[in-house]
T-cell receptor
Framework: DTGVSQDPRHKITKRGQNVTFRCDPI?????LYWYRQTLGQGPEFLTY????????KSRLLSDRFSAERPKGSFSTLEIQRTEQGDSAMYLC????????????FGAGTRLSVL | GESVGLHLPTLSVQEGDNSIINCAYS??????FIWYKQESGKGPQFIID?????DKRQGQRVTVLLNKTVKHLSLQIAATQPGDSAVYFC?????????????FGKGTHLIIQP
């Protein structure tokens, strides 16, 4: 399967714990995006990378959220000191080229904070 | 606020009929639009896209129409099948601030009646 891969698919954690999600984009896709989706809503854009550079992070929900893409391939999204309100689906997407190109999504990581 | 939105939260159609899902957008500078299909527990799946220099684009059993005058687009699905049951989102490229993430509406849940 050469699509966008996300790991884990499900994560259950206790409030206050840190969690990290991984995304492997489609090979040779230089842009990688993170979104959050809550129940009944469309995905909400969080941040994106062009190669290893994080070009937009102002839409990350708080300073507890951070993302990296150290080698321009896979990316990680970390949430520190999780809160119950962080419970959601976290989606990753990738594309080749600029903004006006198709973004291909992974299956997401569903986070449940108890 | 959101720059795109959908008119109806739920659309129920008979199997074999045509489906039309509508979407309005507010930002006249939006010039690229994508329709996604999302099945339960999965990430959004690309259906079709359209750029603002086009009024219509056709794919396999799907057609997207763009009316820039009234800032409206629609997704038409011909001969709806049970596998078409899903939530459908329209999205555009987030404008302003240099961010290149997609802006999604809340979605329309398409239900296929046998």
């Amino acid at each position: 399967d050469t699509g966008v891969s996300q790991d884990p698919r499900h994560k259950i954690t206790k409030r206050g714990q840190n969690v990290t999600f991984r995304c492997d984009p489609i090979s040779e896709h230089n842009r990688l995006y993170w979104y959050r989706q809550t129940l009944g809503q469309g995905p909400e854009f969080l941040t994106y990378f062009q190669n290893e550079a994080q070009l937009e992070k102002s839409r990350l929900l708080s300073d507890r959220f951070s993302a990296e893409r150290p080698k321009g391939s896979f990316s990680t999204l970390e949430i520190q000191r999780t809160e119950q309100g962080d419970s959601a689906m976290y989606l990753c997407a990738s594309t080749r080229g600029g903004a006006k190109n198709i973004q291909y999504f992974g299956a997401g990581t569903r986070l449940s904070v108890l | 606020g959101e720059s795109v939105g959908l008119h109806l939260p739920t659309l129920s159609v008979q199997e074999g009929d045509n489906s039309i899902i509508n979407c309005a957008y507010s930002n006249s500078a939006s010039d690229y639009f994508i329709w996604y299909k999302q099945e339960s527990g999965k990430g959004p799946q690309f259906i079709i896209d359209i750029r603002s220099n086009m009024d219509k684009r056709q794919g396999q059993r799907v057609t997207v129409l763009l009316n820039k005058t009234v800032k409206h687009l629609s997704l038409q699905i011909a001969a709806t099948q049970p596998g078409d049951s899903a939530v459908y989102f329209c999205a555009d490229v987030l404008s302003g601030g240099g961010a290149d993430g997609l802006t999604f509406g809340k979605g329309t849940h398409l239900i296929i009646q046998p």
